[in-house]
């Protein structure tokens, strides 16, 4: 499908749960609330026009008075692309595990609890990842964080 | 004195030695004990030398194969680089782990270059150069090789290590399994010699290279490739290497041993692939006879070319995993060397061979 | 640390033992710089030039250098490749194993210093030499196979012109 | 015997194992030989770089990312330079298309080639890895001669490539290409019809296409599954679409038909190379882009075909020159993830031929 065509397709279907974003770019954009992304994952991934079977990335975002969860999937058999953001409340950030419908977002979840701290509910697994085991110094890729020994490249 | 030993071309050094000592007046229980502690360190020395060019010529040869030069700066292409080996492991700490078992850990490298040597006794290096011709000689080397087992076994055991352990955990089962095709293809030969003697092995053998048994025997071929294939895994070397896979077990029996105690394993390989091939000589390729040239020529020539061969298969050959290592042994060498057991000694009976 | 630990000791009681014992260095010294067997350890872009170094066209073992897996055996770390706060315990640990003599290469600019990632990064070690006692810096990133045979070669230089009695200090 | 006791042992494998390609460390629950149970436990080369891109300004991540792919470095140049050209609507000139086709193809031949030697290793024999690293030499004179280096190139650019080849590079890369092709011959001759080598990879590691769509394994492991995607065909990028050449799939999904895979993927590559080196315009290599560069504000997820799969990057601009947010996903973090599931079961020798055949290297999994 073309973007024009997946952006119609995606609207007629979902277009009560997700909203779109971003009109010009050569991959649809849709915004979903936090609560709705089981369901709307679910019905991607299972719906035989859309078949968003191949997960490919899972990015937080952290824009200091919000988070926002940048999902892209693909569907292999029809070679299409589809990104989707989830945004978070910065205070008490929590989503929802989507490991049960895309099993390769299980380590994305992972990282994205321990290097932002947003917390996973329904995770089988979340424990140590990439940084050391004794690691106490907070959850490092927050815009506002800060260490020791941890030194900005100055400007020039 | 009486010589149970063979001199014939070292006699005169040997007549020198026993004047040169007896000369000092030593009375006669003490004579055999000097001369033969001269005999075996002489020995040593020369296996220890020889096990040292081995590691050098196998890493020209690797070397060369894989286009590359190999040692090259330290004498001319780097002939004196095992020795500097050598002397670096001399002098390296040996590393005690807190948590092997000591006696164990500490003996069993010491077993494994023993064992290595204990061969050397009945090999036949040429026309009466033998220190002693048994005439259970076939016997004495099958029992005494095996030893190598148990000195891995303990090596793995002792360390305390999970990789040691399953390395030498494989290296039993490995050896062990490759024991019995092996003997099973040395036995042909036993039959049509008649002895178990090294040496009247190789009498049988005389004459031209269609004397040998590799064409002499009706399947001979067979036998002595199973032979090989066998002795390649007896000698741990690839394709059957698992003991101490590098990729799987990291370094496997030998992880912990540091300094001289892993130079004992390292070199103890080296001779323990030097005793096999000499063995596929003197059973299958006509031991040292040969046209011309002296014998021990001819011997060494010949056990060369095998352990040429056994380098070539090292460096071409992936490595096997250790079931298939036992299926290959038990369901396919084992039949097939006891079929060849079987119909060689029918043979044999019936007098179908010349 | 075996032999040479024990040897200046004895050899320094007989008379004329100091001759002795400058033949001994020499000898010594240059087993030790003629095979350094090196460990097996990469961890990142310098990794793949190491490979390339031990592989035919710059070919390590010219200089008498093989790999060992294992730490027990191998007398030189070539640390290729940036260490990070997680992996500098294990790179600790794998320089306890070694039996000594030991040495240290550290390849690299991560290793020496951070390379690029010094600035703005949370993970990386700055640096190894407060992890391990380094003797050899090879800068770069990554350095170019000739200059880590380069290196080495250093590396020998420096190992036969160490004397016997240092050992005793250690 | 089916009343002996045994008992389960835990063996640490890595981060410091021949085999591990890295730094990765598997925590192994096996029984004898077996393995019961393996726990991937990765983050021993984890260099932060994306909070090192946000500090960053366009140009200067490129060379940051060189070492996220280290083995195939020009593909994350690409990544990057795609993501920020989306961004900011850069037509790339002609010429630059064809040189950084050119170099995407070599850097995928050169690392396939590492691959062929190190599995070969993995397997135990020594002598294909050197063979491997033998024509990898000819390519990394190559890059040479373009940037100056042998590993992290920094040689795409937004906009373009940093500079215009040397004129010895055509008939050198000519020559290159012919000589892999032939030694490919060889290759082949040496392992694949070994019968070792058949043992033991055949049947081996079985990724069913579905498990491996569903853990998102992508590149020439998921096409040994039979699955024929590719993103250079499917989510089209570059000029790929002008080449004669086909995307290679086997339908086994075992080590071996991965290794087959990477073999076939060699030979396209040969063919795309010379095609575009025939194809090769005059003109400039490098659109104008200014050294402050800033791309209007909005966000874009790039993914190319790398020699491990799928290599993406998702960039969040705010309008300034640095980028806001900056995240890589490499094909190694999706097939790490799928070893647990493929190689649980098979025997410890089993796992590295799988660990080995699904070319993981670390610091895609790090980052």
Same mark, same amino acid.
């Given at each position: 499908?073309?973007?024009?065509?997946?952006?119609?397709?995606?609207?007629?279907?979902?277009?009560?749960?997700?909203?779109?974003?971003?009109?010009?770019?050569?991959?649809?954009?849709?915004?979903?609330?936090?609560?709705?992304?089981?369901?709307?994952?679910?019905?991607?991934?299972?719906?035989?026009?859309?078949?968003?079977?191949?997960?490919?990335?899972?990015?937080?975002?952290?824009?200091?008075?919000?988070?926002?969860?940048?999902?892209?999937?693909?569907?292999?058999?029809?070679?299409?692309?589809?990104?989707?953001?989830?945004?978070?409340?910065?205070?008490?950030?929590?989503?929802?595990?989507?490991?049960?419908?895309?099993?390769?977002?299980?380590?994305?979840?992972?990282?994205?609890?321990?290097?932002?701290?947003?917390?996973?509910?329904?995770?089988?697994?979340?424990?140590?990842?990439?940084?050391?085991?004794?690691?106490?110094?907070?959850?490092?890729?927050?815009?506002?964080?800060?260490?020791?020994?941890?030194?900005?490249?100055?400007?020039? | 004195?009486?010589?149970?030993?063979?001199?014939?071309?070292?006699?005169?050094?040997?007549?020198?030695?026993?004047?040169?000592?007896?000369?000092?007046?030593?009375?006669?229980?003490?004579?055999? +004990? @000097?001369? $033969?502690?001269?005999?075996?360190?002489?020995?040593?020395? !020369?296996?220890? %030398?020889? &096990?040292?060019? #081995?590691?050098?010529?196998?890493?020209?040869?690797?070397?060369?194969?894989?286009?590359?030069?190999?040692?090259?700066?330290?004498?001319?292409?780097?002939?004196?680089?095992?020795?500097?080996?050598?002397?670096?492991?001399?002098?390296?700490?040996?590393?005690?782990?807190?948590?092997?078992?000591?006696?164990?850990?500490?003996?069993?490298?010491?077993?494994?270059?023993?064992?290595?040597?204990?061969?050397?006794?009945?090999?036949?290096?040429?026309?009466?150069?033998?220190?002693?011709?048994?005439?259970?000689?076939?016997?004495?080397?099958?029992?005494?090789?095996?030893?190598?087992?148990?000195?891995?076994?303990?090596?793995?055991?002792?360390?305390?290590?999970?990789?040691?352990?399953?390395?030498?955990?494989?290296?039993?089962?490995? +050896? @062990?399994? $490759?024991?019995?095709?092996?003997?099973?293809?040395?036995? !042909?030969?036993? %039959?049509? &010699?008649?002895? #178990?003697?090294?040496?009247?092995?190789?009498?049988?053998?005389?004459?031209?290279?269609?004397?040998?048994?590799?064409?002499?025997?009706?399947?001979?071929?067979?036998?002595?490739?199973?032979?090989?294939?066998?002795?390649?895994?007896?000698?741990?070397?690839?394709?059957?290497?698992?003991?101490?896979?590098?990729?799987?077990?990291?370094?496997?029996?030998?992880?912990?041993?540091?300094?001289?105690?892993?130079?004992?394993?390292?070199?103890?390989?080296?001779?323990?692939?030097?005793?096999?091939?000499?063995?596929?000589?003197?059973?299958?390729?006509?031991?040292?006879?040969?046209?011309?040239?002296?014998?021990?020529?001819?011997?060494?020539?010949?056990?060369?070319?095998?352990?040429?061969?056994?380098?070539?298969?090292?460096?071409?050959?992936?490595?096997?995993?250790?079931?298939?290592?036992?299926?290959?042994?038990?369901?396919?060498?084992?039949?097939?060397?006891?079929?060849?057991?079987?119909?060689?000694?029918?043979?044999?009976?019936?007098?179908?061979?010349? | 640390?075996?032999?040479?630990?024990?040897?200046?000791?004895?050899?320094?009681?007989?008379?004329?033992?100091?001759?002795?014992?400058?033949?001994?260095?020499?000898?010594?010294?240059?087993?030790?710089?003629?095979?350094?067997?090196?460990?097996?350890?990469?961890?990142?872009?310098?990794?793949?030039?190491?490979?390339?170094?031990?592989?035919?066209?710059?070919?390590?073992?010219?200089?008498?250098?093989?790999?060992?897996?294992?730490?027990?055996?191998?007398?030189?770390?070539?640390?290729?490749?940036?260490?990070?706060?997680?992996?500098?315990?294990?790179?600790?640990?794998?320089?306890?194993?070694?039996?000594?003599?030991?040495?240290?290469?550290?390849?690299?600019?991560?290793?020496?210093?951070?390379?690029?990632?010094?600035?703005?990064?949370?993970?990386?070690?700055?640096?190894?030499?407060?992890?391990?006692?380094?003797?050899?810096?090879?800068?770069?990133?990554?350095?170019?196979?000739?200059?880590?045979?380069?290196?080495?070669?250093?590396?020998?230089?420096?190992?036969?012109?160490?004397?016997?009695?240092?050992?005793?200090?250690? | 015997?089916?009343?002996?006791?045994?008992?389960?042992?835990?063996?640490?494998?890595?981060?410091?194992?021949?085999?591990?390609?890295?730094?990765?460390?598997?925590?192994?629950?096996?029984?004898?030989?077996?393995?019961?149970?393996?726990?991937?436990?990765?983050?021993?080369?984890?260099?932060?770089?994306?909070?090192?891109?946000?500090?960053?300004?366009?140009?200067?991540?490129?060379?940051?990312?060189?070492?996220?792919?280290?083995?195939?470095?020009?593909?994350?140049?690409?990544?990057?330079?795609?993501?920020?050209?989306?961004?900011?609507?850069?037509?790339?000139?002609?010429?630059?298309?064809?040189?950084?086709?050119?170099?995407?193809?070599?850097?995928?031949?050169?690392?396939?080639?590492?691959?062929?030697?190190?599995?070969?290793?993995?397997?135990?024999?020594?002598?294909?890895?050197?063979?491997?690293?033998?024509?990898?030499?000819?390519?990394?004179?190559?890059?040479?001669?373009?940037?100056?280096?042998?590993?992290?190139?920094?040689?795409?650019?937004?906009?373009?490539?940093?500079?215009?080849?040397?004129?010895?590079?055509?008939?050198?890369?000519?020559?290159?290409?012919?000589?892999?092709?032939?030694?490919?011959?060889?290759?082949?001759?040496?392992?694949?019809?070994?019968?070792?080598?058949?043992?033991?990879?055949?049947?081996?590691?079985?990724?069913?296409?579905?498990?491996?769509?569903?853990?998102?394994?992508?590149?020439?492991?998921?096409?040994?599954?039979?699955?024929?995607?590719?993103?250079?065909?499917?989510?089209?990028?570059?000029?790929?679409?002008?080449?004669?050449?086909?995307?290679?799939?086997?339908?086994?999904?075992?080590?071996?038909?991965?290794?087959?895979?990477?073999?076939?993927?060699?030979?396209?590559?040969?063919?795309?190379?010379?095609?575009?080196?025939?194809?090769?315009?005059?003109?400039?290599?490098?659109?104008?882009?200014?050294?402050?560069?800033?791309?209007?504000?909005?966000?874009?997820?790039?993914?190319?075909?790398?020699?491990?799969?799928?290599?993406?990057?998702?960039?969040?601009?705010?309008?300034?020159?640095?980028?806001?947010?900056?995240?890589?996903?490499?094909?190694?973090?999706?097939?790490?993830?799928?070893?647990?599931?493929?190689?649980?079961?098979?025997?410890?020798?089993?796992?590295?031929?799988?660990?080995?055949?699904?070319?993981?290297?670390?610091?895609?999994?790090?980052?």
């Amino acid at each position: 499908m073309t973007p024009d065509e997946l952006k119609d397709a995606v609207a007629g279907k979902l277009g009560d749960k997700m909203s779109l974003l971003d009109t010009g770019r050569m991959v649809p954009m849709f915004e979903i609330s936090a609560a709705n992304l089981l369901t709307v994952a679910e019905s991607l991934r299972d719906d035989a026009a859309l078949k968003f079977d191949y997960f490919c990335n899972l990015g937080a975002v952290d824009k200091t008075e919000r988070f926002e969860a940048v999902y892209s999937v693909a569907s292999i058999v029809h070679k299409h692309r589809l990104d989707f953001k989830v945004i978070l409340d910065h205070d008490h950030p929590e989503i929802d595990s989507v490991q049960e419908i895309w099993p390769a977002a299980n380590w994305y979840e992972r990282e994205m609890w321990e290097l932002f701290g947003i917390n996973i509910r329904n995770h089988h697994n979340l424990t140590r990842f990439l940084l050391p085991d004794d690691w106490d110094q907070g959850n490092p890729m927050r815009r506002d964080w800060d260490a020791p020994d941890f030194e900005k490249l100055p400007e020039l | 004195m009486i010589w149970p030993v063979a001199f014939a071309e070292l006699r005169p050094i040997f007549d020198w030695l026993y004047d040169m000592v007896s000369s000092t007046g030593l009375p006669e229980p003490w004579l055999s +004990v @000097v001369i $033969y502690t001269g005999l075996g360190a002489m020995m040593f020395g !020369v296996l220890a %030398v020889l &096990a040292l060019y #081995l590691v050098w010529w196998e890493r020209k040869i690797s070397a060369h194969i894989q286009q590359r030069f190999g040692p090259m700066r330290h004498g001319w292409h780097g002939w004196y680089q095992t020795i500097m080996d050598a002397i670096k492991l001399l002098q390296k700490e040996h590393v005690d782990v807190a948590t092997r078992d000591k006696f164990v850990f500490f003996w069993a490298p010491v077993m494994c270059f023993v064992a290595a040597f204990l061969a050397y006794v009945t090999i036949p290096f040429g026309e009466g150069l033998i220190v002693a011709d048994l005439n259970i000689g076939v016997l004495y080397i099958m029992a005494v090789t095996t030893f190598t087992i148990i000195s891995l076994l303990m090596a793995g055991w002792g360390s305390n290590n999970k990789y040691a352990l399953l390395g030498g955990m494989r290296s039993a089962a490995q +050896v @062990v399994s $490759y024991e019995v095709p092996m003997v099973a293809s040395i036995l !042909v030969v036993v %039959v049509f &010699a008649g002895s #178990l003697s090294m040496v009247d092995i190789v009498r049988a053998q005389d004459g031209m290279f269609y004397n040998w048994f590799i064409f002499r025997l009706p399947f001979g071929p067979i036998a002595f490739l199973t032979y090989i294939v066998a002795a390649t895994a007896e000698a741990n070397r690839t394709p059957f290497d698992i003991p101490e896979a590098e990729q799987e077990l990291v370094a496997g029996f030998n992880i912990e041993y540091s300094g001289m105690k892993f130079a004992m394993f390292f070199l103890a390989e080296f001779v323990n692939m030097f005793t096999v091939s000499a063995i596929a000589v003197t059973l299958f390729l006509g031991g040292w006879n040969g046209v011309f040239l002296p014998s021990w020529f001819w011997f060494l020539l010949k056990t060369f070319a095998v352990v040429l061969l056994l380098m070539l298969f090292r460096w071409t050959y992936p490595r096997l995993r250790v079931d298939q290592l036992m299926e290959f042994a038990w369901k396919f060498l084992v039949p097939l060397t006891f079929a060849n057991l079987i119909l060689g000694a029918w043979m044999k009976y019936a007098g179908w061979y010349w | 640390m075996g032999l040479i630990k024990k040897v200046p000791v004895y050899a320094e009681r007989i008379p004329g033992g100091s001759l002795v014992l400058t033949t001994l260095e020499t000898v010594l010294h240059q087993g030790q710089a003629k095979s350094l067997w090196y460990l097996l350890f990469g961890t990142a872009c310098c990794a793949i030039e190491l490979m390339c170094t031990g592989a035919s066209r710059y070919d390590f073992d010219r200089l008498g250098m093989i790999f060992r897996a294992s730490p027990r055996q191998a007398d030189l770390i070539i640390a290729a490749g940036t260490i990070t706060k997680k992996m500098a315990p294990r790179l600790r640990r794998l320089y306890d194993q070694m039996a000594e003599p030991r040495y240290v290469i550290a390849m690299g600019g991560c290793t020496i210093k951070g390379g690029p990632f010094y600035y703005d990064s949370y993970a990386v070690e700055k640096g190894i030499d407060h992890i391990v006692p380094v003797d050899i810096y090879i800068p770069g990133c990554p350095p170019r196979p000739e200059s880590l045979l380069e290196g080495c070669i250093h590396l020998q230089e420096k190992i036969k012109k160490q004397k016997l009695l240092d050992w005793q200090e250690k | 015997m089916p009343d002996l006791r045994t008992e389960e042992f835990v063996v640490n494998m890595g981060p410091h194992h021949p085999s591990t390609h890295g730094v990765c460390r598997l925590i192994l629950t096996m029984d004898g030989e077996k393995v019961l149970k393996i726990v991937p436990v990765v983050g021993y080369l984890h260099r932060s770089l994306e909070k090192i891109c946000e500090n960053r300004t366009y140009p200067q991540c490129i060379p940051i990312l060189d070492r996220f792919e280290y083995v195939t470095a020009m593909s994350c140049n690409y990544v990057f330079s795609l993501a920020a050209e989306r961004l900011a609507e850069i037509e790339v000139p002609e010429r630059a298309e064809y040189l950084r086709v050119i170099m995407l193809e070599l850097n995928r031949i050169a690392s396939h080639l590492i691959f062929y030697g190190v599995t070969a290793m993995d397997i135990g024999a020594l002598t294909p890895f050197l063979y491997g690293l033998r024509e990898r030499e000819m390519i990394m004179d190559l890059f040479e001669m373009t940037c100056g280096q042998r590993l992290t190139f920094n040689y795409i650019r937004i906009g373009g490539v940093a500079k215009d080849i040397p004129a010895e590079f055509i008939p050198y890369c000519r020559k290159t290409v012919s000589v892999i092709r032939e030694k490919l011959n060889d290759y082949e001759g040496l392992l694949n019809e070994n019968p070792i080598w058949l043992v033991r990879n055949k049947n081996i590691g079985v990724l069913p296409p579905d498990v491996g769509i569903a853990y998102g394994v992508s590149g020439p492991s998921l096409r040994a599954s039979g699955v024929d995607y590719d993103l250079r065909r499917d989510d089209p990028y570059s000029i790929y679409d002008r080449f004669d050449w086909k995307v290679a799939t086997r339908s086994n999904g075992d080590c071996y038909d991965r290794y087959l895979v990477r073999l076939d993927e060699i030979k396209q590559s040969v063919r795309i190379i010379e095609q575009a080196l025939d194809g090769l315009p005059e003109g400039p290599v490098k659109a104008k882009v200014s050294p402050n560069f800033k791309p209007p504000e909005g966000e874009t997820y790039a993914r190319v075909e790398n020699s491990r799969g799928e290599l993406g990057v998702y960039i969040q601009s705010d309008g300034t020159k640095k980028p806001y947010r900056v995240k890589t996903r490499g094909g190694s973090f999706n097939q790490l993830q799928v070893l647990p599931v493929i190689g649980t079961g098979g025997l410890i020798a089993d796992l590295v031929a799988i660990f080995a055949s699904l070319d993981i290297i670390l610091p895609e999994v790090d980052r």
